[in-house]
């Protein structure tokens, strides 16, 4: 300090941390009532493409990234929806199986047979451009429109509860994780187990429910 000459104290600045005001961690599988409920609310609201990306997107547990790159050939087989399909995940790089249900094949046919194209041509297009398809951005604002529509917070839900939906029925009505890794085209186990939040108190019911 230089005599007769008075320094202002140095402020700390805070930095605000990224995630502050958001809501982190796994987002929810839906259950059951809620996937009826928004596929009620979706037909009501005549929502033809919507409809047919929700289904898919259950179906067949796809990342978003490799959701919205679909292409008709790859759901379409001989003028008729596939009632099985197979792509290469842009993550992993290895191929993926999925099913598509009678529930899903009707509103994916009822989709292409108002969007029209080629078996080149995207599933789910772009608004802005035929060329390319619906951005994963999009996907995510469109979700949360559907969950906010019956009820639910969007904040707690995400693009990966469409991913996690039908492997967590699944797991838990059959508790088979090796299953479940298969269907989201996970190469480790542990990958499975961390995705699907399974812990001591699923081990054990899955145990409870076992009578010898």
């Known amino acids: 300090m230089v005599q007769g000459i008075r320094f202002p104290s ?4 805070t930095q605000t941390p990224w995630n502050a005001g958001k809501m982190v961690g796994a987002k929810r599988a839906l ?9 009620f609310w979706l037909a009501h609201e005549a929502r033809i493409r919507d409809r047919a990306l929700f289904d898919l997107a259950l179906d067949s547990k796809l990342r978003g990234c490799d ?15 596939r009632s099985r399909a197979m792509i290469v995940q842009q993550k992993t790089r290895r191929p993926v199986q ?12 009822a989709w292409l047979e108002h969007r029209g194209g080629s078996l080149q041509d995207f599933v789910f297009p772009s ?17 949360d429109e559907w969950v906010e529509a019956v009820g639910l917070i969007p904040g707690e839900y995400g693009t990966h509860s469409m991913r996690r939906t039908k492997v967590a029925m699944i797991y ?3 508790g088979n994780l090796r299953a479940v890794q298969i269907l989201l085209g996970h190469t480790k186990l542990d990958s499975t187990v961390r995705y699907l939040g399974v812990d001591v108190e699923d081990a054990l019911a899955l145990s409870e429910a076992t009578d010898l």
């Open 10 to 13: 140095p402020t700390l600045k």
């Open 31 to 39: 259950k059951e009532k809620h996937v009826w409920a928004i596929r």
């Open 67 to 81: 959701l919205v790159t679909l292409r008709i050939g790859d759901v379409v087989t001989s003028g008729q929806i």
């Open 98 to 109: 999925f099913e598509i249900t009678e529930t899903t094949r009707e509103s994916v046919r």
């Open 127 to 143: 608004r802005l451009s035929a060329k390319a398809h619906l951005s994963t951005r999009q996907y995510a604002r469109l979700l």
């Open 172 to 174: 838990k009505r059959t």
